[in-house]
């Protein structure tokens, strides 16, 4: 069952990441860099209004659904869904503030007021999709939401954003066309099981949001805080330096963002299919490790070959220059890096999800908001006199909490971290690094080295997934 939906998951990211990466650079050709300064700051609204319109619903989902039954979940679910569309005020109030102290002038935008409510409804429907998508991964229907996202949300996009682009529409369509299709996307996933979505509207109108809401709240709290930290903060570094900086340098950073924000979903696909089995083993009792061990090494393994493309994508420019023409040559390495840092939490959140399901999230947490603090108070300390790269900001962020989760992970077992890590990735870590410092090395020569050791990762990599099987098979008969 795992294996069908890490497949389905990973085939339908691959191909909607290659759909949503054309249609950037489609986005980045035809807007002139202004507008895409604009368009990377209202995505970045989004995912961080979004992060927190969660309430603490998500943390409550995916700990504790996997225990419930469906009746049970049902009735959460619309609950948790009326109580975020109520806050869609809220942010609409928000936009308005930030608009009152001056922090859209630079932009020169018109019809502002059509931007804040467009973005207000994209940030309630995108925290009701993460809700309804932890819901449906409880209930072991990944692959519709997955199969859903590929052809509803990024495949039709693509076709419609290439239409409007032409036609020299704004990125007041292009937004509301991403609220639409979102919307269509919320349905149908919603409408799953074919219950109908009239009855579903029904079921959250009459939903009581002030009648047994939020549930587990002394974990739930505490693990939404982590989360949003976790998540936001390089929208949030990114959100400083567009007060400091210039429409092109912000433009520049914001390709890199958006990168990001979609390379995740990739790296997280395996990760995220374990919370209801993780879930699950912690409450009967059953040791993680051997499940942890084997997706690190899957992890490296797609991290590694994904950041080599990106290398001789950008090392030989093979089509990307077309899209890039208004933008100077430190784009190539700000898109090597996205890719890059946006691998390293991989590395650590099966065992994180594994901490924070068997309460240690009072560690977690205490450290987060250290690191967090540090780093985010670090940036905006030098932002002020130097142009600093916020991806190696995030990059040391990201690094300080896998060396923690690593360290207090060891408590509950005996995971070698190192030893589960392909050879492929460290040498991509090392191209990534010369790259970064402007060292000239022979990528064409790198790649065949490369190739020797993927080989070498795959057959490891086959051993251990046959190890794995026998244990599971032994751990069944038990």
Known sequence: MLRKAATVRYLSYMFGTLFTIINLFLIVTYLDIFQFAVWGVANSLIYVFSQFGQLTYVQYIEKYFPTLSKEKMDYYLYKFIKTISSLTIVWLLVLFVLDYFGYFNKYNAENLYILFLIVSLLTTVESII????????????????????????????????????????????????????????????????????????????????FDDNFKQLSYTSIAFIIKSMQVTFLNVIFLILTIFSENETIAKYSLGILIINNMKPIFASLSSLLLPIIS???????????????????????????????????????????????????????????????????????????????????????????????????????????????????????????????????????????????????????????TAIDFDFNLSFSFIFFLVFLIYDLNKLKKNLKSYDLLKEVDEKS
Not at 176 to 195: P, Q
Not at 321 to 348: C, H, K
Not at 409 to 416: E, Y
């Open 130 to 209: 993460e809700v309804s998508s932890k819901y449906l991964l409880a209930l072991k229907e990944t692959k519709k939401l997955d199969v859903y996202e590929l052809f509803i949300f990024k495949f039709l996009r693509l076709i419609i954003f290439f239409l409007l682009l032409i036609n020299n529409f704004s990125i007041y369509y292009l937004l509301l066309t991403n609220l639409i299709i979102r919307s269509v996307f919320l349905v149908a996933v919603l409408n799953h099981n074919r219950v109908g979505i009239v009855h579903i509207i029904k079921s959250v109108f009459k939903s009581k949001i």
């Open 280 to 434: 699950v083993n912690i409450k009967e009792k059953k040791d993680n490790s051997e499940l942890l061990k084997l997706v690190i090494m899957v992890n490296s393994v797609i991290i590694s070959v994904l950041v080599m493309i990106s290398l001789l994508i950008t090392e030989y420019q093979f089509i990307i220059s077309f899209f890039l023409n208004d933008f100077d040559e430190s784009i190539y390495t700000i898109i090597v890096l996205a890719v890059y840092v946006s691998a390293i939490l991989m590395f650590y959140y099966p065992e994180f999800i594994n901490l924070l399901f068997s309460n240690y999230e009072r560690q977690l947490f205490y450290f987060m908001l250290l690191n967090y603090s540090l780093c985010l108070g670090g940036y905006y300390l030098f932002s002020k006199k130097y142009e600093l790269n916020i991806l190696l900001f995030y990059l040391l962020f990201d690094l300080l909490n896998l060396i923690f989760t690593k360290y207090l992970h060891r408590k509950i077992s005996s995971t070698r971290f190192f030893r589960q890590i392909g050879i492929t990735f460290w040498l991509v870590t090392g191209f990534v690094f010369f």
